[in-house]
């Protein structure tokens, strides 16, 4: 893991969304389609959320809800999941999963991209798989995020550096391909408020990949 201060001046960074678009994502580009949760990368994001019992987690874009028990699991059934997507079909699949799983502390709301459905203080930590790459109006999610998480609470961002090669996303910024640079997520994250805490590069074995870490203030 790589602290703040000795983040590489190049760190290196491919699935689920906001999946309306990462649909559109999976029939154009396999290499971002999505696919089972990775055991080891499920237990992963549970230590850097820091996550356990009693514990409220989201989990945005949760596609299929692949990682949806791991984080169940994690908060026990005195904590919470909320998963959210934006398709009502994505939204009915989950909550199958999670009944048929048995999972009652997971529930499961529509979003869009100018929300992510999740209620103001609701959550002590943030999952964003593969998703903020997509976002159309990333300003405004963040905000919308920001008013989710209580204060000091974690959100961990995996996503990955621009493929010039892949198709361009309609309607997203314009970052050098599809994906973001992880010099520009840091300052977008830190120009809306939240704090810094580590950079983690060639995230689950894959170079193209990366995972970042900040806190919401507890000031804010």
Same mark, same amino acid.
């Given at each position: 893991? &790589?602290?703040?201060? $000795?983040?590489? %001046?190049?760190?290196? @960074?491919p699935?689920?969304?906001? !999946?309306?678009?990462?649909?559109?994502?999976?029939?154009?580009?396999?290499?971002? $389609?999505?696919?089972?949760?990775?055991?080891?990368?499920?237990?992963?994001?549970?230590?850097? /959320?820091? /996550?356990? +019992?009693? *514990?409220?987690?989201?989990?945005?874009g949760?596609?299929?809800?692949?990682?949806? +028990?791991?984080?169940?699991?994690?908060?026990?059934?005195?904590? #919470?999941?909320?998963?959210?997507?934006?398709?009502?079909?994505?939204?009915?699949? &989950? #909550?199958? /999963?999670?009944?048929?799983?048995?999972?009652?502390?997971? $529930?499961? @709301?529509?979003?869009? *991209?100018?929300? $992510?459905?999740? +209620?103001?203080?609701c959550?002590?930590?943030?999952l964003?798989?593969l998703?903020? @790459?997509?976002?159309?109006? +990333?300003?405004?999610? !963040?905000?919308?995020?920001? !008013?989710?998480?209580?204060?000091?609470?974690? &959100?961990?961002?995996?996503?990955?550096?621009? *493929?010039?090669?892949?198709?361009?996303?309609?309607g997203?910024?314009?970052?050098?391909g @599809?994906?973001v640079?992880?010099d520009?997520?840091?300052?977008?994250? &830190?120009? %809306?408020?939240?704090?810094?805490v580590? %950079?983690?590069?060639?995230?689950?074995?894959?170079?193209?990949?990366?995972?970042? /870490?900040?806190?919401?203030s507890?000031n804010?």
């Amino acid at each position: 893991m &790589i602290a703040p201060s $000795s983040m590489p %001046s190049s760190p290196t @960074h491919p699935p689920s969304l906001y !999946r309306s678009l990462a649909l559109f994502a999976w029939w154009t580009l396999g290499a971002c $389609s999505l696919r089972a949760a990775d055991p080891a990368e499920a237990a992963r994001l549970v230590e850097i /959320l820091a /996550l356990g +019992p009693g *514990q409220t987690v989201a989990d945005v874009g949760a596609g299929e809800g692949d990682f949806v +028990p791991a984080l169940a699991e994690a908060v026990g059934e005195s904590g #919470r999941v909320i998963a959210t997507e934006v398709e009502q079909d994505l939204v009915d699949e &989950i #909550r199958d /999963l999670a009944a048929t799983k048995g999972l009652p502390q997971v $529930s499961v @709301h529509l979003g869009d *991209q100018e929300g $992510s459905g999740l +209620p103001p203080g609701c959550c002590d930590a943030i999952l964003l798989r593969l998703v903020y @790459h997509h976002f159309t109006q +990333p300003a405004v999610m !963040r905000e919308d995020l920001e !008013r989710a998480l209580t204060p000091g609470g974690l &959100i961990a961002i995996v996503d990955i550096t621009p *493929q010039e090669d892949w198709r361009e996303l309609p309607g997203v910024p314009d970052r050098g391909g @599809h994906g973001v640079p992880t010099d520009d997520l840091v300052d977008e994250m &830190i120009g %809306s408020g939240f704090e810094w805490v580590e %950079s983690i590069p060639n995230w689950n074995g894959d170079a193209d990949r990366f995972a970042l /870490l900040f806190r919401r203030s507890k000031n804010s």
